[in-house]
């Protein structure tokens, strides 16, 4: 496969890139600090899917796009308005239409959408109004644009993120119904659920919790 992904500097998205192009698929890595050393089967696209062009040439002949774009910003910054995700992720819809390219994955996290409540206390009532509240809220409306992109999407919701190893082990929930979600997962976990996604066609059109199976 051709597999894009977006934000693929660091964390989830660096994390997809090798695990893809482990897999022998070829990768186009989207990232402001992109690094591929010397791996072929790796076509680096350097800067922000912002960036006029950038989304354009990266879902050129793609089979499949993985969004994995973060923000670790804390705080107060975290309060001031977000617009990241949305333009980002429209952009990016606009470009696959184009292209013709339909499967797309996308990284949000615990706390948006129906998700939201499903925390506990301290995530729901804490992190998410006073540390995380404008990232979410545009997650929120990425979320929005998602679903209504009439492309076959996955949704993917992962609880707070480590930088542990891929385990492979996590439990992957699309009923919330009386969960609270409980651990942390591993950024590498995470990717390997988006490989999934994107070669195994799982959970096509559905948004997914995923957290540690134990």
């Not at 591929?36 to 354009?56: F, M, Y």
């Not at 013709?100 to 995530?123: D, I, K, P, Q």
């Not at 659920?193 to 559905?206: D, F, I, K, V, Y």
Request: net charge positive.
């Amino acid at each position: 496969m051709r597999i894009v992904v977006i934000g693929a500097s660091k964390g989830i998205g660096a994390a997809l890139l090798d695990q893809a192009w482990s897999a022998g698929h070829h990768v186009v890595a989207v990232g402001r600090g992109v690094s591929v050393g010397e791996r072929g089967n790796v076509t680096p696209i350097q800067g922000s899917i912002l960036d006029p062009g950038v989304a354009e040439r990266a879902v050129a002949d793609a089979d499949g796009v993985a969004w994995c774009v973060g923000n670790r910003q804390l705080g107060p910054a975290a309060l001031r308005k977000v617009t990241l995700f949305s333009e980002g992720t429209r952009r990016t819809i606009d470009a696959m239409k184009a292209a013709g390219v339909r499967r797309l994955v996308v990284v949000t996290g615990l706390g948006a959408g129906e998700s939201r409540g499903h925390g506990g206390l301290l995530y729901d009532r804490i992190a998410l109004p006073f540390l995380l509240g404008a990232i979410y809220a545009d997650k929120n409306r990425q979320e929005a644009l998602v679903r209504a992109s009439g492309l076959d999407w996955t949704i993917v919701r992962p609880v707070p993120l480590t930088d542990g190893p891929r385990t492979g082990d996590y439990r992957v929930l699309t009923d919330l119904t009386g969960v609270t979600a409980k651990g942390r997962i591993s950024r590498a976990d995470c990717a390997d659920s988006l490989l999934r996604a994107l070669t195994e066609g799982a959970w096509m059109r559905q948004v997914v919790l995923i957290e540690p199976a134990g």
